[in-house]
């Protein structure tokens, strides 16, 4: 019981932790400006370990290379410790083979699962609240993916299906993941 409960505040740290590296990145990528208040509070969670790491490795003109390699690195230690949780030894033994892998498809698992919780979120408050105030920083991460959607899909008028097919194609890669990291 112990294991299990260990197990899930593991999850749900690491899966915070390695978002707000994924989100750094995508801000980044995107070029949100950096005072804006919700990127700051993203900054600020993790500048602790950014901040040093990228002294060694520098970010490119597009890609935040320090925020991607953490994120990577949090996962294989996230898998390391679930692994390490569990009774039987032969589980340490396969994973440490596997763990550059395994960490790399934890990454990009939370990364599908941050893209599909944001499209959802800016979904909800284009009928809730359209003014709000994260409404821009939102579009601004998630409309280099809608905009390639939005050209295929015939106009419909008021009604904007982009976010509903970005949310099935992240699915879809969710159960394509799923089966190589289980197949």
């Not at 700051?40 to 490119?60: E, F, G």
């Not at 960490?103 to 893209?115: D, P, S, Y």
């Amino acid at each position: 019981m112990i294991n299990s409960i260990l197990s899930f505040l593991l999850g749900t740290f690491f899966s915070l932790f390695v978002s707000a590296l994924l989100v750094r990145a995508w801000v980044f990528w995107t070029r949100i400006h950096p005072f804006n208040p919700y990127v700051m509070i993203i900054y600020k969670a993790t500048d602790w370990l950014v901040q040093p790491v990228r002294k060694i490795i520098p970010t490119s003109n597009k890609i935040d290379w320090t925020s991607l390699l953490l994120a990577w690195v949090c996962s294989m230690l996230h898998v390391f410790l679930v692994f390490s949780l569990t009774p039987a030894n032969v589980y340490i033994q396969t994973s440490l083979a596997t763990l550059p892998l395994v960490g790399l498809f934890m990454t990009i698992k939370w990364a599908l699962t941050l893209v599909l919780w944001l499209c959802i979120l800016q979904a909800i408050l284009s009928w809730v609240s359209p003014a709000s105030p994260i409404m821009p920083v939102l579009r601004a991460l998630l409309d280099p993916m809608l905009n390639p959607i939005r050209r295929f899909l015939p106009g419909t008028g008021a009604f904007d299906f982009s976010p509903l097919v970005l949310i099935l194609i992240t699915q879809v890669l969710q159960i394509v993941l799923q089966h190589l990291m289980f197949g």
